[in-house]
């Protein structure tokens, strides 16, 4: 139980074009879904937090007009990198913390996307 | 605040070696505390976790002890397989689960 899917696994985009990228709770719904960003052989940066039917809270510096995250439902989050540019080039990555007493305190990680922008 | 302190790596080891690697915390409050591996190009796999002071961790031969005396949460293993390379993180969950605090991250490598 407790999986996490990302969608897509890996993309590659021109620089100036958006990327959205999906994050899923399979087997159980999520009250918060995190996005993280990781930089080659480094731990991971969070990006936002965001709560199912409210705005997401993004962390300092942190571009919130860049990386618009929408949290749809309670198995659902997307990230969307807009006007990506080389910098944005990033190992992302989710996770979703669960409703049930057993799964609030821990964060179940997705497998990452993996975005190169050109 | 809350943050997490884990040794530096890489540690290199040989099959079969007895594995551990060192992982303080300081909190306010009662964290829970946890370790996730992550496989080269994978996200986080949670590993183990310990709710409360004295409460043992274990899965697939690891186990970390939640010591508050030290505040520490050392994770070992008594032989390690080339399988178990990857990079170990210590995390803990602090303001009420809506963050989490990650060590800088272990790279473990078995060789056979």
């Known amino acids: 139980g407790a999986v996490v899917s990302q969608h897509p696994s890996w993309v590659i985009c021109k620089s100036g074009t958006s990327v959205k990228i999906e994050c899923r709770s399979l087997d159980f719904q999520a009250t918060t879904m995190f996005w993280y960003r990781q930089f080659p052989k480094q731990s991971l940066m969070l990006m936002a937090t965001s709560n199912e039917g409210s705005k997401a809270t993004y962390e300092q510096g942190v571009e919130k007009d860049k990386f618009l995250i929408n949290h749809a439902s309670l198995t659902l989050s997307t990230l969307t990198v807009t006007s990506a540019h080389p910098e944005d080039s990033s190992f992302y990555i989710c996770?979703?913390?669960?409703?049930?007493?057993?799964?609030?305190?821990?964060?179940?990680f997705g497998p990452g996307t993996r975005l190169t922008v050109l | 605040g809350n943050s997490v302190t884990q040794m530096e790596g890489p540690v290199t080891l040989s099959e079969e070696a007895f594995l551990t690697i060192n992982c303080t915390y300081t909190?306010?409050?009662?964290?829970?505390l946890f370790w996730y591996v992550q496989y080269p190009g994978e996200g986080l796999q949670l590993l183990l976790k310990a709710t409360k002071a004295d409460d043992k961790g274990s899965n697939k031969g690891f186990e970390a002890t939640y010591r508050k005396e030290t505040t520490s949460f050392h994770l070992e293993k008594g032989s390690v397989q080339v399988s178990d390379s990857a990079v170990y993180f210590c995390a803990l969950s602090g303001d009420n689960f809506n963050k989490f605090y990650f060590g800088s991250g272990t790279k473990l490598n078995v060789k056979p």
């Open positions: 996770s979703a913390r669960g409703l049930s007493s057993g799964r609030r305190d821990t964060q179940y």
């Open positions: 909190a306010t409050g009662y964290p829970s």
